[in-house]
């Protein structure tokens, strides 16, 4: 799977879900390989997008179209700066990855300092913790090749997620989640409580 992650400051979001709803209509058919999206715009106006695509040749493919560059210049009119981009082929799931039934999503990008350390605690304590977390549905991290990730956590709902939150978990996986912590930096949180996904 390739992940393209596009992420700006917004100043038309109704502009920006009118062509969403567009290019689901008109130009979504002519995507090849195109699996999904999932976005959203935080209460401060951030926008971030996770586009999912079977591959890398796919995703080049469909910005490559004619149709989807005219769009996209209309697109790039509800932002107050230039969107950033990044694309990257490496993606790892947790749970059950991604879902359009999530009811809250939240999405994390930072950098991290020790990914071996970190791959190798998530297989720890993510079994221990799915099922004192039945909110969480599942997700994806998408690795860039700096050394930073992109990942989104999908929630049956954003009241049963701070619910969650505020659960006390047993030691073991409390310690696994504190030293896993410890394996990430500079870590910004963007959630959406009415996030877009198809």
Not at 19 to 25: G, I, M, S, Y
Not at 163 to 184: H, I, M, R, W
Request: aromatic share 12%; proline share 6%; with cysteine.
């Amino acid at each position: 799977m390739f992940v393209q992650v596009i992420r700006g400051p917004v100043q038309d979001v109704e502009g920006l879900q009118r062509l969403r709803e567009r290019w689901t209509e008109e130009l979504k058919p002519g995507a090849e390989g195109y699996l999904g999206t999932t976005s959203g715009v935080t209460p401060g106006g951030e926008f971030v997008a996770l586009v999912r695509f079977r591959d890398e040749t796919a995703g080049v493919a469909n910005a490559q179209r004619p149709e989807q560059s005219a769009w996209w210049s209309e697109v790039e009119k509800c932002f107050s700066a230039p969107p950033v981009f990044a694309g990257t082929d490496d993606v790892t799931l947790y749970l059950d990855g991604g879902t359009d039934s999530a009811g809250f999503v939240q999405v994390m990008i930072g950098r991290c300092v020790d990914r071996a350390k970190a791959e190798a605690l998530e297989r720890e304590w993510v079994p221990k913790l799915a099922p004192l977390r039945p909110d969480l549905m599942g997700g994806f991290t998408a690795w860039h090749a700096d050394g930073t990730f992109t990942e989104v956590a999908y929630f049956t709902s954003e009241a049963e997620a701070r619910l969650g939150e505020a659960l006390e978990l047993p030691e073991a996986v409390t310690n696994a989640l504190a030293e896993s912590n410890d394996c990430y930096a500079d870590i910004s949180y963007f959630d959406f409580s009415d996030p877009w996904l198809a």
